[in-house]
């Protein structure tokens, strides 16, 4: 039988004690994080469910911003003569079909055969200096569809004149092919199609600012 | 418990709370833009806090390793390791072990106070952006200010006992 006193009990190294302040740290720190952890689970969990994809393939049911950054016609029209008999390019205008409705009409680029446009734009009078609020949907110039597997967008573009209006071609795209930034199309002149090359932008509805001018570029 | 050693608590207590708790609040402006960035991206002028342990995990997120791994040690890992040398003298008997010890947590001392000095040039570089944009001091800040103080009484009490 063995009697062992407290006196005799094996006695702690002594930079056991060291460890102390170490645990009162860490117990401190785990107390605020239990208290408030729900709380920031809540959060981060609905950060997740607003996370938006920024690269890559579209994706389904989300809404997108979709505008031509630049359409590049070939040097002669439909009829192979040059345009606006030879005295000025082309005023080219687009427009954006989705599900057989135009949902997006462009602004007229004068004289051009490489056409560009801006995503971004703010139009502003002297009245809107008297408190007049600008939406996002005046500030991006652009159509809104809806990704949806095996839908098609459709792009017009117009030689824009005092008379009448000429077409130059419509393009139609498979969204299937599109990616979240630029998508690039070189096409071939046909007896319907004057139309060079079209670049398309497509931004996520709801993306914020930084992520918006680094698609836009 | 002693009197050191309650401070040495307190003092491991605070730094606890302080490293966790929110220490800096960022007031995003963008100047005469504001209005605009509000219509277009609000969330980009969403006003922000961290704490300590907050941007150090933000910095590893972002791959600036270096600038976690400094932070981490002067604002962490100093701190804790100061206050386990002060408990570990405030226990000793023998005056040379003793002697030491204090002069090793001196040593050490001398890295934690960088984290203020970190706290001290983030508000005055944000404060400097344009567009107006401001930061705050959050209660975080003031326990870990609080933690200092009671270390420094922990150091003025040893060195008494050393005289």
Not at chain 1, 187 to 205: C, D, G, H, M, Y
Not at chain 2, 138 to 155: D, H, N
Request: aromatic share 12%; with cysteine.
């Amino acid at each position: 039988m063995t009697d062992i006193s407290d006196f005799d009990a094996p006695k702690p190294p002594a930079w056991f004690g060291a460890v102390i302040p170490l645990i009162l740290v860490l117990l401190a720190s785990g107390f605020y994080w239990f208290i408030t952890t729900d709380k920031e689970n809540g959060e981060s969990v609905d950060t997740l469910n607003r996370k938006i994809k920024l690269s890559g393939r579209l994706s389904p049911g989300q809404t997108y911003y979709v505008f031509a950054s630049e359409v590049e016609v070939y040097p002669t029209n439909l009829k192979n003569e040059s345009w606006d008999q030879g005295k000025k390019g082309p005023d080219i205008r687009y427009r954006l079909f989705w599900k057989g409705n135009a949902v997006f009409e462009s602004i007229t680029k004068d004289d051009s055969l490489i056409a560009d446009w801006s995503g971004l734009s703010i139009e502003l009078n002297w009245k809107d200096l008297l408190g007049k609020s600008v939406s996002s949907d005046d500030a991006i110039k652009a159509g809104r569809i809806r990704f949806e597997k095996g839908e098609k967008i459709e792009i017009a573009v117009e030689d824009v004149d005092v008379a009448s209006d000429d077409d130059v071609g419509r393009h139609e795209i498979e969204m299937d092919e599109l990616s979240v930034g630029k998508n690039e199309f070189k096409l071939k002149k046909t007896e319907t199609s004057a139309i060079r090359r079209i670049t398309l932008r497509v931004l996520p509805v709801g993306s914020n600012i930084e992520d918006l001018a680094n698609i836009m570029k | 418990m002693n009197v050191t050693r309650f401070l040495i608590a307190c003092s491991s207590l605070l730094l606890g709370l302080g490293l966790i708790g929110p220490t800096l609040t960022i007031f995003p402006k963008a100047g005469d833009l504001t209005w605009f960035i509000k219509i277009i991206a609000p969330e980009e002028l969403e006003v922000s806090t961290y704490s300590i342990l907050g941007v150090i995990q933000k910095l590893f997120q972002t791959n600036d390793i270096f600038l976690a791994m400094i932070l981490a040690m002067f604002s962490v890992f100093s701190p804790v390791l100061k206050l386990s040398f002060y408990w570990h003298a405030s226990g000793l008997k023998d005056s040379n072990k003793f002697n030491s010890t204090l002069q090793i947590i001196h040593y050490v001392g001398k890295f934690s106070m960088a984290e203020v000095f970190a706290l001290a040039l983030i508000i005055v570089t944000i404060k400097s952006f344009p567009g107006g944009s401001t930061a705050n001091l959050e209660w975080g800040a003031y326990l870990f200010t609080f933690s200092v103080i009671c270390s420094m009484f922990v150091s003025f009490r040893l060195d008494s006992r050393k005289g």
